[in-house]
């Protein structure tokens, strides 16, 4: 399985930016779809963005649509994930997975290697 350690978190006023980063022990992501889910206080876990490969597709939930982007670097084997205009219903913690190339993305059941999780926490 790959190994993934996730960093970045923090806390940040409403409106503001984050990026979190994601190391992969292994390359390359072509063979793999790297994704970010989230879990808030007293929530499931849910979906936030996907990349498929290298990037050449890519993946959100409606509620960061256009708020966040998912990239990949290839020569560091790190997927990031940059948030911005943040909102207090982001707070979560943030985990990096990593996946087979097929299926829906979304369905954090296909992801056989999770990271720690890293916090983000947004005050109003």
């Known amino acids: 399985q790959v190994q993934l350690a996730e960093s970045g978190g923090g806390s940040v006023q409403a409106g503001g930016s984050l990026g979190l980063s994601c190391a992969a022990s292994?390359?390359?992501?072509?063979?793999?779809?790297m994704s970010w889910f989230r879990q808030a206080p007293g929530k499931e876990r849910e979906f936030v963005a996907a990349?498929?490969?290298?990037?050449?597709?890519?993946f959100y939930a409606d509620s960061v649509k256009g708020r966040f982007t998912i990239s990949t670097d290839n020569a560091k084997n790190t997927v990031y994930l940059q948030m911005n205009g943040l909102k207090p219903e982001d707070t979560a913690v943030y985990y990096c997975?990593?996946?087979?190339?097929?299926?829906?993305?979304?369905?954090?059941?296909?992801?056989?290697?999770w990271g720690q999780g890293t916090q983000v926490t947004v005050s109003s």
């Open positions: 292994e390359r390359p992501f072509s063979l793999y779809t």
């Open positions: 997975a990593a996946g087979p190339l097929l299926g829906d993305p979304r369905r954090q059941e296909r992801y056989p290697s």
């Open positions: 990349s498929i490969g290298t990037g050449i597709r890519t």
